[in-house]
């Protein structure tokens, strides 16, 4: 069942505003674009051309607003969220899964990270508006799409125990890589959670000592450290959560995940996925050709994050 009839079809709430002490929501069209590229604000900023979405006037709603017509949407079948430590292939994961027209891969939505940091929210009202907004990212456009995946911000591990409570069933994905190629990829190009304070440092659990007594660049390694504690303190205590180790090869990372959230896809949507791992995470014309890092040693004290490592490792091998 399609949504075609709904008033909102093709249109998502894609941003929380907040102006003179009240919250909106922001909205786009997306007319018969899907949501396909890497990132989740790419395919926003491709539909922003579009007439209902270029005019001076802007489309927001309230939170009420938002939640009541959530109601009379059919979305697909939420089949799992995707959690990461960055640069660990998780975006090829993404991207090899948007390649299947049955699936909806919604890959690190600001909205959803708006909501989730928001202290505007109780708890009650943060589940609900979570929810809606899910579904209306999840609407179905088009007769084939059956599955829901989102992969999440590497932070919201620490929602997880929440996400937990919201969604019990759900099966949840922890991907991981060897953290000396973690922390080189942002050498080349740093994101913005591994830069001290640009994301609240609370956010990762980190206190104001701990960050007085490092280095610009082991403020990356501690910040990976709270990311592999959070999925070991995860693993032990969940029953419906897989690992995936970037180092095993993403044909593997993709083919476990695959059978985890048990969907049965057909063998031309698998062939679909695999031949998109053989080509660039965030350029499907260019072809992937391995990762290259600088020679030089990383100034970065190891001790701790490759325990945690080796622990989470170990797991998987136990597991």
């Given at each position: 069942?399609?949504?075609?009839?709904?008033?909102?079809?093709?249109?998502?709430?894609?941003?929380?505003?907040?102006?003179?002490?009240?919250?909106?929501?922001?909205?786009?069209?997306?007319?018969?674009?899907?949501?396909?590229?890497?990132?989740?604000?790419?395919?926003?900023?491709?539909?922003?051309?579009?007439?209902?979405?270029?005019?001076?006037?802007?489309?927001?709603?309230?939170?009420?607003?938002?939640?009541?017509?959530?109601?009379?949407?059919?979305?697909?079948?939420?089949?799992?969220?995707?959690?990461?430590?960055?640069?660990?292939?998780?975006?090829?994961?993404?991207?090899?899964?948007?390649?299947?027209?049955?699936?909806?891969?919604?890959?690190?939505?600001?909205?959803?990270?708006?909501?989730?940091?928001?202290?505007?929210?109780?708890?009650d009202k943060k589940t609900i508006l979570l929810k809606a907004v899910i579904t209306?990212?999840?609407?179905?456009?088009?007769?084939?799409?059956?599955?829901?995946?989102?992969?999440?911000?590497?932070?919201?591990?620490?929602?997880?125990?929440?996400?937990?409570?919201?969604?019990?069933?759900?099966?949840?994905?922890?991907?991981?890589?060897?953290?000396?190629?973690?922390?080189?990829?942002?050498?080349?190009?740093?994101?913005?959670?591994?830069?001290?304070?640009?994301?609240?440092?609370?956010?990762?659990?980190?206190?104001?000592?701990?960050?007085?007594?490092?280095?610009?660049?082991?403020?990356?390694?501690?910040?990976?450290?709270?990311?592999?504690?959070?999925?070991?303190?995860?693993?032990?205590t969940d029953q419906n959560v897989t690992l995936l180790n970037y180092n095993e090869?993403?044909?593997?990372?993709?083919?476990?995940?695959?059978s985890f959230i048990n969907v049965d896809y057909s063998s031309d949507e698998l062939?679909?996925?695999?031949?998109?791992?053989?080509?660039?995470?965030?350029?499907?014309?260019?072809?992937?050709?391995?990762?290259?890092?600088?020679?030089?040693?990383?100034?970065?004290?190891?001790?701790?994050?490759?325990?945690?490592?080796?622990?989470?490792?170990?797991?998987?091998?136990?597991?």
């Open positions: 069942m399609e949504n075609v009839n709904h008033p909102l079809s093709n249109w998502i709430p894609y941003k929380l505003v907040e102006k003179d002490n009240d919250i909106y929501f922001e909205w786009i069209y997306l007319a018969d674009k899907k949501i396909a590229d890497p990132f989740f604000d790419e395919t926003i900023a491709k539909c922003k051309s579009h007439a209902y979405n270029s005019k001076s006037l802007k489309v927001v709603s309230t939170v009420e607003n938002l939640i009541d017509w959530s109601k009379g949407l059919v979305p697909v079948e939420l089949k799992s969220l995707v959690f990461h430590v960055s640069r660990c292939g998780s975006t090829m994961l993404s991207q090899s899964l948007a390649t299947s027209s049955e699936n909806i891969m919604i890959s690190e939505a600001p909205i959803i990270d708006d909501i989730l940091r928001s202290d505007r929210f109780g708890l209306f990212l999840g609407q179905k456009r088009f007769p084939e799409q059956k599955n829901l995946i989102l992969k999440l911000d590497a932070w919201h591990i620490f929602n997880a125990g929440y996400l937990r409570s919201i969604f019990p069933d759900i099966p949840f994905a922890l991907l991981y890589r060897k953290p000396i190629e973690v922390l080189k990829s942002h050498q080349k190009m740093i994101g913005m959670h591994m830069v001290p304070n640009l994301l609240p440092p609370g956010v990762f659990g980190i206190t104001p000592k701990e960050i007085n007594e490092i280095s610009f660049q082991q403020y990356g390694a501690l910040v990976l450290e709270k990311y592999f504690q959070g999925f070991i303190d995860f693993h032990e090869g993403m044909k593997n990372v993709v083919e476990k995940f695959i062939e679909k996925m695999y031949e998109r791992l053989t080509k660039h995470s965030k350029n499907a014309n260019a072809v992937f050709e391995g990762d290259s890092f600088k020679e030089e040693v990383l100034q970065i004290d190891f001790t701790k994050v490759d325990a945690l490592h080796e622990k989470l490792s170990n797991t998987l091998i136990e597991y």
